[in-house]
């Protein structure tokens, strides 16, 4: 019986699938696989980018056609989601009423309105001149509302990019390190997770200056650890996976690796984690302001105006309510926005959670 040869086979061939595994399997196998390296014109390379001294060039088309894919699977997931859209729109109106404030409110948030005040000093209830009526010190509380929208959210999502960028360097660092370095960074982790972050959040605020800066620091000191431990963990599972095998087999370094084939894996996993703790992020810095050691007056923020109106919350209740309310909303705003994120991200939780949604229902 005569045999065919077979094909010869490139490297860059088989790495373009991205299985490196494959060509072990083959020589393992005694298929007869011929390396042959992949081969180009030097005017060819430098013209299209794909070839280095001393390396082997690698396709990268297939890759990208799956991030698109990938990408437009995801974004079909989260427009079909009613209730991740509504959550969207309710962040794009939050982000507008702070980004616009000074052209939306009607007034000064610290302008103390004559007429905003009774003449046995009571404030002014809800109308037609004050549609939130005013506070103990007759200043307009829609204008106040407004400009604390600035204010809390800059807060809330300042300080948790910030620690999103601390949780990205050590969980990445963690990941791609060995011995002392990963033993110090995971002890660091842990020690953090294990204090009660609420009372040294009120302890360090109590000690430092009061300020805006000051509960930004505080409230991303105590935030870091727990992403943390989730793209470490993560790391460890990316750099498991085929891809980064083929990109060691070229001689990538682990610095390359860690930022141009790990670091993209983990952006849904950030983008998520960002959307659903900016609300969490929100209502520590209430809880601060209403306690008075966070932003202090007479700047307005959500928690220092019900901090304001909580001595008259009998008299003047809506000093308190409609703040209180558009927390709410922005909590539930940014929760359902991250939950159709992570639908759409990984769409095996949106499954999970209907089939345990049925299964109580029954």
């Known amino acids: 019986m005569d045999f065919q040869p077979l094909p010869a086979v490139s490297l860059e061939s088989i790495l373009e699938i991205g299985s490196v595994r494959a060509l072990v399997y083959a020589v393992e196998a005694g298929l007869g696989v011929a390396l042959i390296p992949a081969r180009a014109a030097p ?17 990268r088309q297939p890759v ?8 437009s699977r995801a974004w079909r997931t989260l427009v079909r989601d009613r209730y991740a ?13 702070a980004l616009l404030a000074p052209f939306v409110a009607p007034y ?36 106040r509302v407004i400009w604390g929208t600035r204010v809390s959210l800059a807060v809330g999502i300042l300080s948790t990019l910030v620690a999103l960028v601390t949780a990205l360097a050590v969980g990445l660092t963690a990941g791609y390190s060995h011995g002392g370095v990963r033993t110090v960074l995971i002890w660091i982790t842990n020690a953090v997770l294990s204090f009660p972050s609420l009372l040294l959040m009120l302890a360090l605020v109590s ?19 727990y992403p943390a431990r989730v793209i470490y963990g993560e790391v460890l599972s990316v750099a498991q ?7 060691r087999a070229i001689g990538a ?8 084939h790990v670091l993209p894996q983990l952006i849904p996993l950030v983008v998520v984690y960002f959307t ?4 969490a992020t929100i209502l520590a810095e209430a809880s601060l302001s209403f306690l008075g050691l966070g932003v202090q007056p007479p700047t307005a923020s959500w928690g220092s105006i019900i901090y304001e109106g909580a001595r008259a919350y009998r008299s003047a209740p809506w000093i308190f309510l409609f703040p209180g309310a558009i927390i709410a909303c922005a909590v539930v705003s940014f929760n359902l926005l991250g939950d159709g994120l992570r639908d759409a991200v990984d769409p095996t939780s949106g499954a999970r959670r209907r089939g345990m949604t049925r299964e109580g229902g029954a």
């Open 253 to 260: 370094g682990p610095l390359r690796i860690a930022i141009h």
């Open 64 to 71: 990208q056609r799956a991030y698109l894919s990938a990408g």
């Open 43 to 59: 005017a060819e390379a430098a013209q299209r980018g794909r070839m280095k001294t001393g390396t082997v060039a690698l396709n």
């Open 85 to 97: 859209l509504a959550g969207g729109l309710g962040v794009l109106i939050l982000v507008g009423l």
């Open 276 to 279: 659903l703790r900016v609300p």
């Open 241 to 247: 996976r085929e891809f980064v095998d083929a990109a």
């Open 207 to 225: 000690v430092l200056p009061r300020g805006i800066w000051v509960v930004i620091f505080v409230l991303s000191v105590f935030a870091w650890a």
């Open 108 to 143: 000064h948030p610290n302008y103390q309105h004559p007429q905003g005040l009774s003449p046995i000093g009571a404030p002014a209830a809800p109308g037609r001149e004050f549609l939130f009526g005013t506070d103990l010190l007759g200043r307009d509380l829609l204008s």
